[in-house]
């Protein structure tokens, strides 16, 4: 089992930059594929990002390629999600997520354990 606990959230004008992260809980870290969701109001939880165990392989939704970047730390049970040219859309709760499997994955379904979730405002 594994404690997620996202933080880097905050207020950002359009074309500025974030960095989150997400800290975790225990010795497994580096067996879980890690994700980013977000959740806009009104709207279903969508992936963001996924990278897999070792950092090699990574995936993103279309509308943020080029913009942000999935990374990780073994050595530190911890995930980034650096966001560059932040645009109003982007608005929403940010959630990291692990999954015990092998190979980046999109669905919500298949991530067994969440964070609280961290608020990103961008106004325009």
């Known amino acids: 089992q594994v404690q997620l606990v996202e933080s880097g959230g905050g207020l950002v004008q359009a074309g500025g930059s974030l960095r989150l992260s997400c800290a975790a809980s225990?010795?497994?870290?580096?067996?879980?594929?890690m994700g980013w969701f977000r959740q806009a109001p009104g709207k279903e939880r969508e992936f963001v990002a996924a990278?897999?165990?070792?950092?090699?392989?990574?995936r993103y939704v279309d509308s943020v390629k080029g913009r942000f970047t999935i990374s990780r730390d073994n050595a530190k049970n911890t995930m980034y999600l650096q966001m560059n040219s932040l645009k109003p859309e982007d608005t929403a709760v940010y959630y990291c997520?692990?999954?015990?499997?092998?190979?980046?994955?999109?669905?919500?379904?298949?991530?067994?354990?969440w964070g609280q979730g961290t608020q990103v405002t961008v106004s325009s």
């Open positions: 225990g010795r497994t870290f580096s067996t879980y594929v």
């Open positions: 990278i897999s165990r070792s950092g090699g392989n990574t």
């Open positions: 997520a692990a999954d015990p499997s092998f190979i980046p994955v999109v669905a919500v379904s298949e991530y067994h354990y």
